[in-house]
Every structure is written in C-alpha cells, then in structure tokens.
C-alpha cells in the first residue's frame, strides 16, 4: 500500500441484503456506489442511496449499509488521517473532516461527473498494485482531484472556512491529552468562551466540548483494539481525568463500556 491509502478495493458481486455490523475505520472513507440502490446508517441515521453518489465518512464516524439491491456496486477507499491531513490542502481535508450547518454525507454525481469519478479510483487501484516511478506523487494528485470535484459538487453546502479555528482544530488534535478544559483553551487563544464556542461550531459542525471528546473516545477506540493496555491506562493515555466518567462517556457514544467493546470488536475496524 502507499503512503496515504490504507485500502482500496471495487466489489463486483451482489451482496447479501443484511450487511455488516456498525464498524469504524480509522481512517476517511469514500465510499462511492457506481450501481445499485442502498440503505446506510451512519451514527444511527439511515441515509438512502442511489447510485451513483459518493459517501463521507470521517474517523469519527460509526457506520453500516443496512441493505441493498442486488445491483449494488461500490469502490471503497480508505485514507490514512496522519498522511491525508499533511499530503492534502487544508480546505478539501475540512470538506470531509468538518460538518457545518448542510453537510450531507451523500453526494450524488452526475454522469460527466461520475465517469472523472469512475477513472479517478480505477487509477488509484491502478497504482496501488504496480510500482511505478511517482507512484505517490501522482495518488495524492489523484485523491486533490477527487476532492475538487466533491467540492464542486457541494460548493454551496460548504461552511465558512475560518484558519483560526482549523488552527485551533489542529491543537486540539496533536494536545487533546493534555487539555485541561474548554475555558483553558479558549484563554490559550486569547479568545472569550462564548466567541470560541460560536466560532468553532460554526467552522466544524461540533462544539468544543464535543469535538474535544470525540477526539479521545476516537483514539480510545483505537487503544482497546490494537494494544492491549488496560482500560484505566487507556482511560489516562486518552486525557480522561476520572475512570468512571470515561467509562460512561464511552458507553454513551458506542453502547458497550470499554471492555465488552473489546472484546466483542477487536478486529471490527478492519472490515
């Protein structure tokens, strides 16, 4: 794989009508249904949709496909967030990570669209299976293309962007560990709570406190899954000042307390 994919594939076969289980990837994942009708939930809201659109998913997202005609088809990628956020320009990365007022997840082509669509991801599974010269030089300016053409797409759903809450966005993202609380960081920014609050719901769709502890219950996520550290070290690892509280946090956004999460997921984000 390169760099910044962590998977990519085409299903050609009908599938059954029942699915999978919610899962998450850790990464942003484009799902793009070239034929066929379908169902899918994501974070408990079912979206119907017909082909040919593409998906938005962000690493926050828990989702399933609920059912689907026997005509559906679709491309998965799924991109690494470290690599993505750093490989990508910062405005197309907020079209997929943010959700202001209109985000919609579901983005439908049109059929000039939907054939650039089409040559876009038949490239990148191009790419990834040989090694040729600028193989990731040219997978990232196929993934900007992508990208620029969602934007098209979406352009009058777009949030305002604003560069200092993505620089604030950022912060929270590398020190989430180590942020004592929503006032703290406000004061950091020189801002008053009430403009932050505003500011950056406005800018990414979720509340400070929201977006704080989504990012811990993220990384959390992905502590029980791939290490085996205890649940208390997790808790401490992810910013958590108090056991319990993580522990209910945690149950309230995913149904199961960390443990039975565990041990009934452990391989679930790779599906």
């Not at 990519?8 to 850790?26: C, L, V």
Request: charged share 20%; glycine share 2%; hydrophobic share 35%.
């Amino acid at each position: 794989m390169s760099n910044i994919i962590d998977e990519i594939n085409y299903n050609t076969q009908a599938i059954s009508p029942i699915i999978s289980a919610p899962h998450f990837h850790s990464g942003y994942e484009f799902l793009y249904i070239t034929d066929g009708l379908a169902e899918v939930e994501i974070n408990n809201v079912p979206h119907t949709v017909k082909a040919p659109a593409v998906i938005l998913l962000n690493p926050f997202e828990w989702h399933r496909t609920l059912k689907a005609d026997t005509q559906y088809r679709r491309y998965t990628l799924v991109l690494n967030t470290a690599q993505f956020e750093q490989s990508i320009h910062t405005h197309l990365v907020t079209m997929v990570k943010c959700r202001p007022a209109g985000f919609s997840h579901v983005i439908p082509l049109d059929p000039q669209i939907q054939k650039v669509a089409e040559a876009i991801f038949n490239t990148l599974i191009a790419e990834e299976q040989h090694e040729y010269p600028y193989r990731e030089q040219l997978i990232v300016n196929e993934i900007c293309n992508l990208l620029i053409l969602l934007y098209r797409c979406t352009e009058n759903r777009q949030g305002t962007f604003d560069e200092r809450m993505l620089q604030i966005q950022r912060y929270i993202d590398a020190n989430y560990r180590s942020i004592e609380n929503v006032q703290s960081l406000a004061e950091h920014f020189y801002l008053s709570r009430e403009h932050f609050a505003r500011a950056f719901k406005k800018f990414s769709g979720y509340s400070p406190v929201e977006y704080l502890l989504h990012t811990r219950l993220y990384h959390a996520q992905l502590l029980l899954l791939n290490t085996e550290e205890s649940i208390a070290d997790i808790c401490e690892e992810t910013g958590f000042r108090d056991l319990n509280n993580f522990i209910r946090q945690f149950k309230r956004k995913y149904g199961d307390p960390p443990l039975t999460f565990r041990k009934k997921n452990h391989s679930l984000h790779s599906l």
